[in-house]
């Protein structure tokens, strides 16, 4: 099946320790996001690439980066994770013109 | 900027109706979402609305769109016990806009 897969589910990265997520899907589709999602509150976009173009929101930390290598996969960076870092991350496609988001089932990151 | 309201939670025994209330701020928005997000689980979109309908039914579940008072509801006819979960609105504005904004999500608690 289609679909949009995140690795790993859980996470644990130490405080100041630069850590990776990683999102790939196969439904070919153009644009890829990465939400991250704190306890109790609404996914706030981080940043999304349409095709190789990124495009970060005005209010995402300096500290959190985004590779797109390929159609198929999307890494989220995170240079030096803070205890407010710690969060559900969300990652997302959509085909430009599209009604919805496919949303992969995220990863939950622990920073100690 | 775009703001979406839901109340965060609702309690419902099984088999009644639930229904899921949305409110947001942009008068622009052209598509409107409902996601569900089990326990630790990403978000699955259940349904959509574009701004020019004001209904549309999808097996259990109704949506309702009120374009002049910018509400949106969900309507979960002979909810079960595997509905219990977090429901998000979400809205996305129109032509060249990627970005979805989310309510905080109401907490679907069902009544055995």
């Known amino acids: 099946d289609a679909m949009v897969i995140q690795n790993p589910r859980y996470q644990v990265t130490q405080f100041g320790k630069p850590v990776t997520l990683s999102c790939s899907q196969t439904?070919?589709?153009?644009?890829m996001y990465w939400y991250q999602q704190k306890s109790s509150q609404a996914p706030k976009l981080l940043f999304h690439?349409?095709?190789?173009?990124?495009?970060n929101e005005a209010d995402t930390p300096d500290n959190f980066q985004s590779r797109r290598p390929n159609t198929s996969f999307c890494f989220l960076d995170i240079r030096s994770p803070g205890l407010g870092d710690a969060a559900m991350y969300l990652c997302?496609?959509?085909?430009?013109?599209?009604?919805?988001?496919?949303f992969g089932s995220g990863t939950r990151l622990t920073v100690v | 900027g775009e703001d979406v309201e839901q109340s965060l939670f609702l309690s419902v025994r099984e088999g009644d109706s639930s229904v899921i209330n949305c409110t947001y701020t942009d008068s622009s928005s052209t598509y409107l979402y409902w996601y569900k997000q089990e326990p630790g689980a990403g978000l699955q979109l259940l349904t959509y609305?574009?701004?020019?309908?004001d209904m549309k039914q999808d097996q259990r579940l109704t949506v309702l769109l009120n374009k002049k008072d910018k509400h949106l509801s969900l309507r979960i006819a002979d909810t079960q016990t595997g509905d219990s979960a977090i429901y998000f609105c979400?809205?996305?504005?129109?032509?060249?806009?990627?970005?979805?904004?989310f309510g905080k999500g109401t907490k679907l608690s069902v009544i055995p």
């Open positions: 439904l070919n589709h153009n644009v």
């Open positions: 609305i574009f701004s020019n309908m």
């Open positions: 690439y349409y095709d190789k173009d990124f495009n």
């Open positions: 979400a809205s996305r504005s129109g032509a060249g806009s990627y970005q979805l904004t």
């Open positions: 997302a496609t959509s085909r430009a013109a599209n009604y919805g988001y496919t």
